[in-house]
């Protein structure tokens, strides 16, 4: 079982990204899915999750009103639009999926991970 997370890139202030975190082998809709992002030298943090059971959506305070979670179960991809970035966002960027019907912050919940994508905010 894989995930594929894709779409980052250099992008200005003020730009967006949007990033996918596509699956194989696995079903994203019967996961809740997490974005998680670890800026340089930092710890990886919980930015965004869509939970499993209700796909209600949770966000960090930092990236609230600027990204939004979703997933297209047709596809079987999860998104990250992100908006107005800033140099802070600056980071890898991972997609896991939990089993778990809830948002956990500890990474250790997530059962699968995919490999990360660099995001690159310059001012």
């Known amino acids: 079982v894989q995930l594929e997370a894709f779409g980052g ?5 003020g730009g967006f ?3 996918s975190c596509a699956a194989s082998e696995l ?3 019967s996961y809740t899915i997490g974005w998680f992002r670890q800026a340089p030298g ?3 943090e919980l930015i965004s999750c869509i939970r499993r059971t209700s796909s209600g959506t949770e966000y960090a305070d930092s990236v609230k ?3 939004t979670i ?6 079987n991809i999860a998104y990250l639009q992100m908006n107005s970035l800033k140099p802070e966002d600056t980071g890898v960027y991972y997609c896991a ?3 778990r019907g809830i948002c956990p912050s500890d ?3 997530y059962r699968y991970w995919g490999q990360g994508t660099q995001v690159t905010v310059s001012s």
């Open 42 to 44: 930092k710890e990886r």
């Open 9 to 13: 890139g250099l992008v200005q202030a």
């Open 70 to 75: 979703s997933r297209d179960r047709a596809k």
């Open 27 to 29: 079903t994203l809709a």
């Open 17 to 19: 990204l949007r990033l």
């Open 97 to 99: 999926a939990a089993e």
């Open 107 to 109: 990474g250790s919940h």
């Open 65 to 67: 009103v600027r990204f």
